[in-house]
DNA sequence: ATGAAAGCGCTAACAG
DNA sequence: CTGTTAGCGCTTTCAT
């Protein structure tokens, strides 16, 4: 049915023949390369025209060997760091005429694996990867070194030799910890998402290699380690709480915090699915925020000046982010060889009503009012 | 740079000659199918491997005819609606080996143009799209025509002949107005998001033709008004408010509605971006909901438990009218050609708590305990 | 400015 | 079971 339907369609020497010419000539006038008289690129067009002709892309890659198709490998298009750094991509690579072939893997190296060999084979140009947490990682490296361009987003993988963008991820954290400590917390957890326990160990503190070369969660943890070591605050092993990435997790890594014998009277969130779990865990157990527990979280998400109160964040330039990849991608793609290197953009910390002194109750209009 | 660093890749001809065995067999062997013997399969196994071989989709697809590559057109992958039901689309998708290139379109038709030719030129299997909002849509056709299979997401297009798969729009509407009359609401306005006004005139009531087969807006106004009528209420054009898609377009509506002499108490809002900026207006409006105004949004985003109030919506089942729209259009390209069908699926109306009675307010604590 | 012919890497008959 | 031979639709020398 729809095969027969396809068939007939017009290639380049039926227009060829159809305007009287060869098919080099055809191609020419189609393809917008070589010289053609202005008059037979007129007969060819309106040949191709009548005929309906469409190029076939996948022929013309064959000999050009560019596809104009980014890979672009990610963990969750749910999760609102990548759908808004997926615009930022998208917005770029069809501003410069690529398409996007995009993968989810949950975070699941295998998967990750699997999406980058069907994307060799489609012969994508370029890959932009937010490499799975753990996990071998063997295959990033080999696709490395089977020369296709690669540039690494929000996680930085150390040795890979490929850009990266991201965010100055220890520096926000510290920034979102100072916060904390200011407000005069000083038992403060972070929720971090990760599969294991993310404890700074004494002997870690301040080594050098660390420093904005891990991947997120370690570096955010290094962060907030940072600013609660600067303040001699300790800090304690059942505050650093590791749950999945779900927003469930979360909660119930939340759940677990309040009923401590002494539980923190602030916590810091990874990120906004993170933080979701966190207001739910502490609506569920009525507590209240920031009266009883000041939140505050990574990303700001499109509800976060919405839900009650509104939500002090770290706020990330996703867009920025996924666009300066691409671009990055792109230029590698086209230009030339720079040598890699790794971005890392500044976070702002956008103070809402989330945060508070501990213990402190706000008056109820000042939190509705608040924009 | 990375032309000569992937120049060198193997192909079947080296692999074959490395394996003693013709192209076609190193071929079979490789693409696994045709009959070889284990120990020839073997050998030619251990030669791509050790050369590293990796197919060239490209060169495999010109010949087979199919890509294995879905195209998605959706207006806009940061709405939470789009990248539910994208997530439905790839899982779907990977799950039967087929790959998806995503381009969004902003409601804007000529891009969806651009769209749909350069994923003819990729010569992809078949498409996914949620046609952009008025707008010329002969490309839509001409698409079709081709014999390339196509469904539709969230949206209908008359007289285009391809499956669909949505909310069945008109009745989640009635439902949800119904549910605001109940509480006791006379003036209930709808914030349609569409750009030019959407007003049922008398004529178009309870024409058949309208019923389940227009855009998702229109439909959503259509149940909108099938209650208002039912209940023999007044539908007032003023309360009819279409802005842009965006959120802040929803607030200035909002702000323009709350300004009326007569302003609603009641706002029905077509999805959850929409939803947000209602929200929005009335907070720096200093109306609460609601004790001031119902709210009532399409789409139960992540945020809307959490919230305040925890919000009153509409949930469609939007990972589900993904993945069957890909299920649909797989089972089209790969099997044969049923009648092209329109799949509506329920909405579900989940009451929280920014649904009550007109001017009466709520207890504090019971708001804040509720989940 | 145009044409003839040689492939890109692979699959698909068709022989053997 | 294996090899030979044509191409898929296009670009690209190399002539003319």
């Known amino acids: 049915?729809?095969?027969?339907?396809?068939?007939?369609?017009?290639?380049?020497?039926?227009?060829?023949?159809?305007?009287?010419?060869?098919?080099?000539?055809?191609?020419?006038?189609?393809?917008?390369?070589?010289?053609?008289?202005?008059?037979?690129?007129?007969?060819?067009?309106?040949?191709?025209?009548?005929?309906?002709?469409?190029?076939?892309?996948l022929a013309r890659s064959m000999i050009t060997g560019t596809t104009h198709t980014l890979g672009v490998v990610l963990a969750d298009i749910e999760n609102p760091f990548f759908y808004r750094a997926l615009r930022g991509i998208t917005d770029t690579a069809r501003s410069r005429g690529y398409g996007v072939v995009l993968t989810n893997t949950d975070e699941d190296a295998s998967l990750e694996r699997e999406a980058l060999t069907t994307l060799l084979e489609r012969r994508v140009d370029g890959l932009i990867v937010c490499p799975a947490?753990?996990?071998?990682?063997?295959?990033?490296?080999?696709?490395?070194?089977?020369?296709?361009?690669?540039?690494?987003?929000?996680?930085?993988?150390?040795?890979?030799?490929?850009?990266?963008?991201?965010?100055?991820?220890r520096r926000a954290a510290a920034d979102a910890t100072r916060c904390l400590i200011q407000h005069g917390h000083t038992r403060i957890a972070i929720v971090t998402g990760g599969r294991e326990p993310v404890l700074p160990t004494p002997t870690q503190r301040n080594v050098p290699g660390i420093q904005g070369s891990s991947v997120t969660t370690p570096a955010r943890a290094a962060g907030y380690r940072d600013a609660m070591v600067e303040a001699g605050l300790e800090l304690r092993p059942e505050y650093l709480s590791a749950s999945g990435f779900h927003r469930d997790d979360a909660a119930a890594a939340t759940e677990v915090l309040m009923n401590l014998s002494e539980p923190p009277t602030a916590v810091l969130a990874f990120d906004s699915i993170l933080t979701l779990g966190v207001l739910l865990a502490l609506r569920r157990l009525g507590r209240r925020c920031?009266?009883?527990?000041?939140?505050?979280?990574?990303?700001?998400?499109?509800?976060?000046?919405?839900?009650?109160?509104?939500?002090?964040?770290?706020?990330?330039?996703?867009?920025?982010?996924?666009?300066?990849?691409?671009?990055?991608?792109?230029?590698?793609?086209?230009?030339?060889?720079?040598?890699?290197?790794?971005?890392?953009?500044?976070?702002?910390?956008?103070?809402?009503?989330?945060?508070?002194?501990?213990?402190?109750?706000?008056?109820?209009?000042?939190?509705?009012?608040?924009?």
């Open 1 to 57: 049915m729809r095969r027969s339907a396809r068939e007939g369609v017009a290639t380049i020497p039926d227009v060829a023949r159809h305007a009287g010419v060869s098919t080099a000539t055809a191609a020419r006038a189609l393809g917008g390369y070589g010289s053609v008289s202005p008059k037979t690129h007129q007969r060819v067009l309106v040949a191709a025209a009548t005929l309906g002709y469409r190029p076939n892309g």
């Open 290 to 371: 920031p009266d009883d527990v000041s939140v505050l979280g990574f990303d700001d998400a499109e509800w976060a000046e919405v839900v009650s109160p509104p939500l002090s964040v770290v706020r990330q330039p996703v867009y920025e982010i996924g666009s300066k990849a691409c671009t990055l991608l792109l230029d590698r793609i086209e230009g030339g060889g720079r040598r890699p290197s790794q971005h890392r953009l500044k976070g702002q910390l956008i103070e809402r009503d989330s945060t508070a002194a501990p213990g402190t109750a706000v008056h109820e209009d000042a939190a509705l009012l608040a924009t």
């Open 133 to 169: 947490e753990g996990g071998d990682r063997r295959h990033l490296s080999d696709t490395v070194d089977s020369g296709l361009p690669m540039v690494l987003l929000d996680r930085h993988v150390p040795g890979l030799g490929v850009d990266m963008v991201g965010l100055d991820n």
